[in-house]
């Protein structure tokens, strides 16, 4: 009897060996068959061909536009510039990296995602010179981010948890600071009011800031119940006003007489972004064409009838081109710079 047992237990034994030596050949090959598809994916992104880039800050002296180059190379995801009288020029490519940038003059907001052991999320507040003043530590993923016109304010969106909106359950978290100086807080804590009643949804979600130019007055989207709506802020009065609805991401002309947002056209079904204008002084709201896109962005006014936006491409992961769009209904976007991201206007 004590026979069989001890052939039972060297049965198992072997079976034992058998698969662990099994397992480690799968575990040696799949980690070989990774570092191969790195090395053969770093090899790709190196030998993709460039776009014409030319020495960094080369328009520094210029109305410019300021965005984050996805053209696939060791560039890819790099704060770049072109003029705006010529966005296909060869772009002057930075060495920071941001997954979203704004600009101004003298300078620049970027919110990026630190990869580690431990990812992290970072917002830097940059000289226009892209040398980091400041560093802060971001919520979440980042989404947006905008300065005023004199630099003086920055705000920034980024995802708590969830990677669209186009997710079930996704949160926000949106802060304005001064510039250099100290947070005036997170949107949330600001009193909402809707339909001149306040309101306080235990769901809202506030993100996408733009200012005006008294430093004071922003419009943002303020959503609850399924309803996103355009809101005027009051930094002074810490108040959320409820002006439109729907409207996402809402971005101010540079006369601040109209707001351009996006609105979901797809009424329950799969979402589908069409961008509006609104008149803040009649109301009126004009609904444009960007073809068979949904615009998932914010966009940024080019001038006081023309908007950019960006789009992904859909038959290369991770390449992005920022588009144009006059503000008559009738208009048809175009390509306005390729393999470009976040686009902000330096005038």
Request: hydrophobic share 40%; net charge negative.
């Amino acid at each position: 009897m004590t026979g069989e047992v001890d052939e039972v237990n060297r049965g198992r034994r072997r079976r034992l060996a058998v698969f662990a030596v099994l397992v480690t050949i799968c575990v040696v090959g799949a980690v070989g068959y990774a570092v191969i598809d790195l090395k053969r994916y770093r090899g790709a992104m190196s030998d993709a061909p460039g776009v014409p880039q030319t020495r960094a800050r080369s328009y520094a002296d210029q109305p410019r536009i300021v965005f984050r180059n996805t053209a696939i190379g060791d560039s890819y995801g790099l704060v770049a510039e072109v003029p705006i009288a010529d966005p296909a020029a060869p772009r002057a490519v930075s060495e920071v990296a941001c997954d979203r940038v704004d600009a101004t003059s003298e300078v620049v907001s970027c919110l990026r995602t630190k990869r580690g052991v431990v990812t992290t999320y970072q917002w830097l507040e940059l000289g226009s010179d892209l040398v980091t003043n400041a560093t802060h530590a971001l919520a979440g993923i980042p989404s947006r981010t905008r300065l005023a016109e004199d630099g003086s304010l920055v705000a920034s969106t980024s995802f708590v948890s969830g990677h669209s909106y186009m997710q079930v359950g996704f949160s926000t978290a949106t802060v304005i600071r001064e510039f250099g100086g100290k947070s005036l807080g997170n949107l949330e804590d600001f009193q909402l009011i809707i339909n001149g009643k306040e309101v306080a949804p235990v769901d809202r979600n506030i993100w996408g800031v733009t200012f005006t130019s008294d430093d004071n007055t922003f419009y943002a989207t303020a959503a609850t119940r399924g309803t996103p709506y355009l809101v005027r802020g009051d930094l002074d009065a810490r108040t959320l006003t409820a002006v439109a609805s729907p409207a996402e991401c809402p971005s101010i002309s540079p006369d601040g007489r109209r707001v351009a947002y996006k609105v979901d056209v797809a009424k329950g079904r799969v979402t589908t972004w069409k961008l509006a204008v609104l008149d803040l002084e009649t109301g009126e709201r004009t609904m444009l064409d960007a073809g068979k896109s949904s615009v998932d962005d914010q966009v940024e006014w080019l001038d006081q009838d023309t908007l950019l936006f960006g789009l992904p491409r859909a038959d290369e992961a991770g390449v992005t081109d920022v588009w144009s769009l006059d503000t008559r209904a009738s208009a048809t976007p175009t390509v306005f710079i390729k393999q470009a991201w976040s686009p902000a206007v330096v005038r």
